[in-house]
Structure formats: structure tokens, C-alpha cells
T-cell receptor
Framework: RKEVEQDPGPFNVPEGATVAFNCTYS??????FFWYRQDCRKEPKLLMSVYSSGNEDGRFTAQLNRASQYISLLIRDSKLSDSATYLCVVNGGNFNKFYFGSGTKLNVKP | DGGITQSPKYLFRKEGQNVTLSCEQN?????MYWYRQDPGQGLRLIYYSQIVNDFQKGDIAEGYSVSREKKESFPLTVTSAQKNPTAFYLC????????????????FGAGSRLTVL
């Protein structure tokens, strides 16, 4: 079983749509959770950390459900510039090991 | 500005050759990592280092070697023993601490794209 699993997509949505990505992780001892954005042929960049209480940054909302070992990312009012691959990242209990999902590709269409 | 510098950005290698990818950081981070990414796939951990002169194998260390002689530097050598080295290689670093203070978060270099001819 993979440490982190994501729906690979692609998710094809029109501008202005709301889209949600989900991610599950297998290690119940995981301590830190993140969403990264990766543009084509570029390095991943931190989009937001995910806190137990849930957190919001503008159009982006991240939530964590420790009991179900599940992380989500909600993007409201999608922009063309949101088109990218979104990576779910989990710190695996040992703070120095990070595990990556395979990413969910988002295409926002005009 | 602080960051991670990887070089070269693009590298072509003939079969049977060893190549070394450079990774330098000025973030004063303790931990450094090398990941490999293949098209359409997630990142896989090759090696990581928590402190100078110490490093551990990741999930796909075979055919690779590293050194950590300085805190700032973590070069990766792709040896001829690596059967399928064509990939995008990413170096990253992090520091311990609370995520809420900005620590314990991975920061990446721009990557090195290796192609075997």
C-alpha cells in the first residue's frame, strides 16, 4: 500500500468552478501535512500547510481528518492560473521523511 | 535571497558514465534530500541527510551515491549501476521545528533534468 494516495485526475473544470481534491495517508503517526503545487517541468512549491483545525488562504481551504487519515484541498472560483498538478505531502512521523502522493492534475478551461 | 541552487539544469549522459548533480542551499537547513520524479509520477526519495557527515538511503537508493561534507552541500552521483537514470532530479531541504513557524517544510531547488543517450 502506498504511503499517500491521490486521485490522479485530470480534473477539467471551467473558470469559476469549485473543485476539491482528496488524499489519504497510511501512517497514523504522521505529524505534518501539506499541499504543494507543481507546474509543468518545474519544482513543487508549497501551497499551504494543513492544520488539524483546517485552514484557509484566500480561495484555498485545506482540511485534515486524522481519524479517517484524510486530507482535502478545496479551490473556489477557479482561475486559469490554477492549472497545475497538486501534490499531497505527508511527514511520516519521523520529521525528516516526507511522502508524496502522485499528484492530481487540474485543468481550468476558459 | 535564500534558496537552493541545483546545477546543471539539463544534463546528457552516455550509458556507462557517472554524473554528479550539485545541490547547494543557503537556508541554514539541517536536513537535505534528493528525490527523483518520472513523467506522470510522484516524487520518490533517493537519499536524505539530517546532519553533516551522515546520510540514509531512501526508497530507491540503488545506483546512486551522496556525500554531506558541508551543511550547505549535498551532491548526488548517478552511477553507471543505475539502470534507468533518465528523470527529473529534485533537491530539497528542511529544518526541524513547528510547521506553524515555517519550519519542517520542504523547500525545493529548480531541479536537474538528466537524459541518458
Amino acid at each position: 500500500r502506498k504511503e499517500v494516495e491521490q486521485d490522479p485526475g485530470p480534473f477539467n473544470v471551467p473558470e469559476g468552478a469549485t473543485v476539491a481534491f482528496n488524499c489519504t495517508y497510511s501512517n497514523s503517526a504522521s505529524q505534518s501535512f501539506f499541499w504543494y503545487r507543481q507546474d509543468c517541468r518545474k519544482e513543487p512549491k508549497l501551497l499551504m500547510s494543513v492544520y488539524s483545525s483546517g485552514n484557509e488562504d484566500g480561495r484555498f481551504t485545506a482540511q485534515l481528518n486524522r481519524a479517517s487519515q484524510y486530507i482535502s484541498l478545496l479551490i473556489r472560483d477557479s482561475k486559469l492560473s490554477d492549472s497545475a498538478t497538486y501534490l499531497c505531502v505527508v511527514n511520516g512521523g519521523n520529521f525528516n521523511k516526507f511522502y508524496f502522493g502522485s499528484g492530481t492534475k487540474l485543468n481550468v478551461k476558459p | 535571497d535564500g534558496g537552493i541552487t541545483q546545477s546543471p539544469k539539463y544534463l546528457f549522459r552516455k550509458e556507462g558514465q557517472n554524473v554528479t548533480l550539485s545541490c547547494e542551499q543557503n537556508l541554514n537547513h539541517d536536513a537535505m534530500y534528493w528525490y527523483r520524479q518520472d513523467p506522470g509520477q510522484g516524487l520518490r526519495l533517493i537519499y536524505y541527510s539530517q546532519i553533516v557527515n551522515d546520510f540514509q538511503k531512501g526508497d530507491i537508493a540503488e545506483g546512486y551515491s551522496v556525500s554531506r561534507e558541508k551543511k550547505e552541500s549535498f551532491p548526488l552521483t548517478v552511477t553507471s549501476a543505475q539502470k534507468n537514470p533518465t528523470a527529473f532530479y529534485l533537491c530539497a531541504s528542511s529544518s526541524p521545528g513547528q510547521v506553524s513557524s515555517g519550519a519542517n517544510v520542504l523547500t525545493f531547488g529548480a531541479g536537474s533534468r538528466l537524459t541518458v543517450l
